[in-house]
């Protein structure tokens, strides 16, 4: 398939609506971020990579990095993890207290708020101390990626931490209900610290190929996670991986997909390759607008969604 000029042909599409989203403004940070960007990329098995736009670009992942996070919660805690967990869509906003009082600080899934927060609990118990889990967190995500370049940027953890009310608000809750082990604010501020993290679509759809792959990396041959873990990944990923706009994902894209605030979705065509898109502008549920029509404009022209 002429991947190149798929490429191609979705940003000349895509060019109308460039300036039709809006850039998270809740962290200051990010309110900064010029709207109409644009990047995708493609990685296949073998390493090959094809592009378009500002593919060299870094941005903040947000929310992707949630699903490097629950890989390594599922790695070490294994089904242990749903005992302070579920894993069904929450149809609510990623930041929404209302559902977690009514079933008592237990989080609908790992990829809103309350339930990633959760995973960075864990994952500071596991590696010891906040100091630790920032190191490992950072080290595997590097690893997957293949990439020692990437880091976190301070001064988005240090904005999201000062404007962080609601995610602290979610923690308190769920600390309320004793499912949260380490202090609230040691907790938010390492879940903030891996969402600071700045990848661009060449590094994170590289990282996606674990999961297009039964867990192991098709190219270094290391193997990550079991097959059945990274299946149950790719299920939540579709199921969840968009907040209240989920379901709407899964139809118009239908691949496993992880938005963030920072306007990048990664995407997995299982056996075949990872995609990333990025464009700041959001849409209301806060997936990046453009984004999502890229992608959904990929699986139309080239069949490649799972269903
Ligand atoms: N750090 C962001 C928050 O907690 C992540 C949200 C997202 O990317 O969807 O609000």
Redesign the pocket.
């Known amino acids: 398939m002429d991947y190149q000029s798929i490429l191609n042909e979705i940003a000349e599409e895509i060019a109308p609506l460039l300036n039709d989203g809006k850039v998270a403004n809740?962290?200051p940070a990010l309110a900064q971020v010029k709207p109409n960007q644009f990047a995708m990329t493609l990685t296949l098995f073998d390493g090959t990579q094809h592009s378009i736009g500002q593919s060299d670009t870094l941005f903040s992942i947000?929310?992707?990095s949630k699903v490097f996070t629950f890989t390594l919660a599922l790695k070490f805690f294994s089904t242990d993890l749903y005992k302070r967990i579920s894993r069904e869509p929450s149809g609510n906003p990623?930041?929404s207290l209302v559902q977690l009082e009514y079933e008592h600080g237990k989080p609908r899934n790992p990829f809103i708020?309350a339930g990633a927060i959760i995973v960075t609990d864990t994952l500071i118990n596991h590696f010891g101390s906040c100091e630790l889990a920032c190191k490992d967190i950072l080290e595997f995500i590097r690893e997957i990626s293949d990439d020692l370049s990437i880091n976190s940027n301070d001064v988005v953890s240090t904005s999201?931490m000062e404007h962080?009310h609601?995610?602290l608000a979610l923690a308190n809750l769920m600390k309320s209900f004793n499912n949260l082990d380490n202090k609230v604010e040691d907790v938010v501020s390492t879940?903030?610290k891996h969402?600071a993290l700045e990848m661009n679509t060449k590094m994170l759809s590289r990282s996606m190929l674990y999961l297009a792959n039964h867990g192991s990396d098709p190219i270094t041959k290391q193997c990550f996670i079991t097959p059945s873990q990274a299946k149950r990944i790719n299920a939540v990923m579709l199921t969840c991986g968009h907040?209240d706009a989920s379901g709407d994902f899964a139809f118009r894209v239908g691949l496993p997909g992880k938005?963030?605030?920072?306007g990048g979705i990664v995407a997995v065509v299982p056996k075949l390759m990872g995609i990333a898109v990025w464009s700041p502008g959001l849409n209301a549920q806060?997936n990046s607008l453009v984004g999502t029509k890229a992608l959904e404009l990929f699986t139309d022209k080239t069949g490649l969604s799972i269903f």
Do not use: A, L, P, T
């Open positions: 809740y962290i947000q929310s992707i990623f930041n708020n999201e962080g609601r995610n879940y903030f969402c907040y938005s963030g605030v920072g806060g």
